[in-house]
């Protein structure tokens, strides 16, 4: 029945650009996952009186995630390119466009693991030292066991946001479903395939939150099973 | 009182293979009554296991908080192989005493001696180490959710970097000693308080530790549960010779397994002894508070009212006996009767023990005449009573 309203080329586009954006929001949530975790943890436990207490240092990486933080993301973009480029070789195209995702990425996810790491007990960082643990096998065996289900449904909500952004790097030339519906459904007066598009990105968010929660519920032992 | 028809069975053969892996010192049981030798390392203090020598820690002050002297001149040698209470009431600075005992509150000043190590001047590396040989259980237990039974007493090995098997054989051995072999898979919210405990108490025997540390280990226990909480702390002692030092707010708890105890109040050890004789003779009023708080302790509430100070013109006199040890198992007061041809009315009391020391304390009430002739006051003071007069009665 899609095929009286759309074409099958108009298809084949839909189905391309649904590809470069799972690549994009793959790539950049595995970078801003890789770069966020530690950054997180280091923000939970650095404060005073904590396992790797820095204050200055982190006061300052604190600025830092929040200047990017609020740096609107399309914004962000366009003022990256240097880096884009330094870093991609081009500053155009799909895989350039991971760099800004994954910049952006990285302290939304620092923040949600801060967050989730303070939420740990710590009553289960002073058992920890009491039992002659160092600073990093409490973080390996304590805080991030511990922390699990909060990481999980916050990794989860940074790939949705991903999954929004990612339609802003239609700017430059990243692709895309965001750029497509932007090209064709806006530019071109399309309304099915702007249709189309979000119908795509739904089910995209819905799979991917679905995925999240029923995976945070397993690896949450806080919950009664029988 | 420590026989608790609810504690589960330990099978006395898992305890001495548990002993046998111990250092010497180990595997005898040793009461506080029959005083412990020294053992395994020499100590600072002739066998003492634990010596802190003039401790204090003050908190700096921090923005509007002004400073916080939490402990000061602290001295207390605590006795291998004992069980050692520290009572208080909260914000007297037990927390931070204990504390101190395994680094994880440096002291200001004074020394911090454990084994013959002085705690308070390690370094990082060292000082982990010698946590290792000191275990610590808490009042919330600090179980680790995300994983089983098993796994949590596991956790100490793991950081010691014991291999798979040598984790295997000595979690299997610390669960079955704790009474929770049937629960090895179960997650902490599967467990009851006092299963958690159990946990708890099995994690930290799990590296072999010489010395018990308990933060208010059945503060948030049911009265039951305590009892078989303490009943397991005073096995552990006995049967592996563990060194515990617990900190606790009620009387109850140090009644019934220590053998020592020592009474903090502003961060400073106001009175100290063995059990018994703190509980016989209070010398401070804080111990006697404390020491009254147990039910059966009170000047029973229908005689207060009448009591009066004066004993002109008064018929009975009411008298406190405290009997200790071999006096309280004696007739003290039929033979007080009989030796003085006079009747003898009982009021109230309690009749109980103190570890395995007999306790009584008993209201009487004697002719006021036999009392002022001094008579009765012989009479006990002979059959080993300590005897105060509360008042008299018209």
Redesign the interface.
Known sequence: MFSDLISPAILSLIVDSTLETLYMVAIAALIGTLAGLPLGIFLATSARGELFEAVTVNRVLGLIVNATRSTPFIILVVAIIPFTRLVAGTSIGTTAAIVPLSLAATPFIARIVEAAVREVDQGLVEASLAMGATPLQIVRKVLIPEALPGLVLGITLSVVSLLSNSAMVGAVGGGGLGDLGIRYGYQRFMPEVMLMVVVVLIILVQTVQSLGETLAKKVNRRLRRH | MIQNASAPPFPPALFRDLAARLPSGAGRASRAHEPAGPGGRGGAADGAAIVLRDVAKTFPARGSDAAVEALADIALDIPRSEIYGIIGRSGAGKSTLIRTI?G?ERPTRGEVIVDGVTINRLDEAAL?????K?G?I?Q?F?L????SAFDNVA??L???GLSRVAIRAKVERLLDLVGLADKRDR????LSGGQKQRVGIA?ALA?DPKVL?SDEATSALDPETTRSILALLARVNAELGVTIVLITHEMAVIKEICHRVGVIEAGRIIEEGPVGEVFAHPRTATARSFIGSLPGREIPAALAGHLRADPTGARQSVLRLTLTGAAAGQPVVTRLARQLGIDVVLLGGQIDSIGTLPFALLYVGVPTQAWASGAVGAALEAAGASTEVIGHVL
Request: glycine share 0%.
């Open positions: 395994n994880l982990r180490n010698e946590r290792r000191i610590m808490f919330h600090n680790l959710s995300s994983r956790l100490p793991e950081l010691a997650y902490p919210v599967e994690r590296t540390l």
